[in-house]
């Protein structure tokens, strides 16, 4: 079972623990339209999916920017997917302030789908716990990163290598 702390503190996550080889479990997320996204849209890609407690704080916006700018490097095989609980008023707000437009923001505010799906979603917080899920155009996956303090940057490097051996 996966455990993190969120600013030292632990927090509760579901007994769920995605893992590399398993099939990526399908979920429900909305877009900043407000229109239903499930991990079928973007079948047959590869998907880098960052997830992060909230676009508004620090490492959040720093660890959605830098995927972004990695994002046009990865090839049109390659969905890059940032996954909060923000509402997606905010995702919109948040991308076009910073002039984010080459990864898709998604939010799990509604029912948690993803969060508990892949084992993410900090209870006492209702966030989603930082971490990092890379699936093939199969849907298989194929990198997992659940960051143990939920306050520091996830592997970057790890995450994009795991991406660019599955474009090779």
């Known amino acids: ?27 429900t997320v909305l877009s900043t339209g407000l229109e239903p996204v499930t991990l079928k849209d973007t079948a047959g890609k590869i998907r880098l999916v960052s997830v992060v407690p909230s676009l ?3 490492v959040c916006s720093d660890q959605t920017k830098r ?13 890059v997917l940032t996954i909060s609980a923000d509402l997606p008023f905010a995702q919109k707000r948040w991308t076009e302030i910073n002039k984010v437009d080459a990864i898709t923001t998604l939010s799990d505010h509604r029912d ?16 989603l716990a930082r971490s990092i899920f890379v ?33 090779n």
């Open 1 to 27: 079972m996966v455990q993190i702390t969120f600013k030292k503190n632990p927090v509760t996550l579901p007994n769920k623990e995605v893992k590399v080889g398993e099939q990526a479990p399908e979920f």
């Open 56 to 58: 508004d704080t620090g």
């Open 67 to 79: 995927f972004s700018e990695e994002a046009a490097s990865l090839g049109d095989d390659v969905e």
């Open 112 to 127: 948690l789908s993803f969060g508990e799906a892949y084992g993410v979603t900090m209870q006492e917080l209702r966030l």
């Open 135 to 167: 699936i093939d155009g199969n849907d298989k996956i194929a990198y997992v990163e659940y960051v143990p303090e939920g306050t520091d940057h996830p592997d970057y490097e790890k995450a994009l290598n795991a991406v660019k051996e599955l474009t």
